[in-house]
C-alpha cells in the first residue's frame, strides 16, 4: 500500500510559478507510476501529467502542455509538478495519485489505486 502527502499550494499570480511536491510512504514507490490531475470547484477532476515507475516516459493534459514538467526522484519518494506561466484557470485543489501500470490509460482516474488529500493552488492577481 502507498499513502501519498501533496504540498507545495499556495497564492500565485499569474505568470507566476509554483512547484508541487508529493511524498509517498513504503519501499514500493519506484515500482509505481504517478500522476498528478487537479479538480476545480463545479467541474470535474482533470488529467494534468503523468511518469512512468523509471521516469523513461511522461505524458500531460493538452492544456499544460509546455508550462508544467512532471519529475520523480524515486530515491527520495517524491514526484514533482513544476508549474511554469500559471492561469487563473489552473486554480484547482492538485491532487497525486499512484498506478500499478503506465501506458495508454494513464490520463484517466480510474487507472489509479492511490490518491492523496489534495493541496489548492489559487492563481489570482
Known amino acids: 500500500q502507498v499513502q501519498l502527502g501533496e504540498s507545495g499550494g499556495g497564492l500565485v499570480q499569474p505568470g507566476g510559478s509554483l512547484r508541487l511536491s508529493c511524498a509517498a510512504s513504503g519501499r514500493t514507490f519506484s515500482m509505481y507510476a504517478m500522476g498528478w490531475f487537479r479538480q476545480a470547484p463545479g467541474k470535474e477532476r482533470e488529467f494534468v501529467a503523468a511518469?512512468?515507475?523509471?521516469?523513461?516516459?511522461?505524458y500531460y493534459g493538452d492544456s499544460v502542455k509546455g508550462r508544467f514538467t512532471i519529475v520523480r526522484d524515486n530515491a527520495e519518494n517524491t514526484v514533482y509538478l513544476q508549474m511554469n506561466s500559471l492561469k487563473s484557470e489552473d486554480t484547482a485543489v492538485y491532487y497525486c495519485?499512484?498506478?500499478?501500470?503506465?501506458?495508454?490509460?494513464?490520463?484517466?482516474?480510474?487507472?489509479?489505486?492511490?490518491w492523496g488529500q489534495g493541496t489548492q493552488v489559487t492563481v489570482s492577481s
Open positions: 495519485a499512484a498506478a500499478r501500470s503506465f501506458g495508454r490509460y494513464s490520463g484517466s482516474a480510474s487507472n489509479y489505486d492511490y
Open positions: 511518469i512512468s515507475s523509471s521516469s523513461s516516459r511522461t
